[in-house]
Nanobody
Framework: VQLQASGGGLVQAGGSLRLSCAAS????????MAWVRQAPGKEREFVAA????????YYADSVEGRFTISRDNAKKTVYLQMNSLKPEDTAVYYC??????????????????WGQGTQVTVSS
């Protein structure tokens, strides 16, 4: 299993970015997907998750209302649309996949597979 994240970059505060995570998973629709981030000197933190069918989504309080997670099972890709970005959103963003977790358990770190990360930098 490989997860390839892309779409990071440098953006001004208030701007937007869309991250993508392409998965080389035979049965992508069997996996819950999540985005996790890690800022310099800080621990990894949950950002957003989507269930296997895309029917339910979960967000960290810090991004609720600004970020949107979605998935396209036909393309085996999960997205993170990030709007109204703030300097505190600066971090390396990782996508993750897990077959066994469902529902709100997707918000808990400790996923089965991790991608390599993409840097998001928000300038003030």
């Amino acid at each position: 299993v490989q997860l390839q994240a892309s779409g990071g970059g440098l953006v001004q505060a208030g701007g937007s970015l869309r991250l993508s995570c392409a998965a080389s998973i035979r049965t992508f629709s069997n996996y819950g997907m999540a985005w996790v981030r890690q800022a310099p000197g800080k621990e990894r933190e949950f950002v957003a998750a989507v269930t296997k069918t895309g029917g339910s989504t979960y967000y960290a309080d810090s991004v609720e209302g600004r970020f949107t997670i979605s998935r396209d099972n036909a393309k085996k890709t999960v997205y993170l649309q990030m709007n109204s970005l703030k300097p505190e959103d600066t971090a390396v963003y990782y996508c993750a996949a897990d077959r066994s977790k469902s529902g709100s358990y997707l918000t808990r770190l400790g996923y089965e597979y991790w991608g390599q990360g993409t840097q998001v930098t928000v300038s003030s």
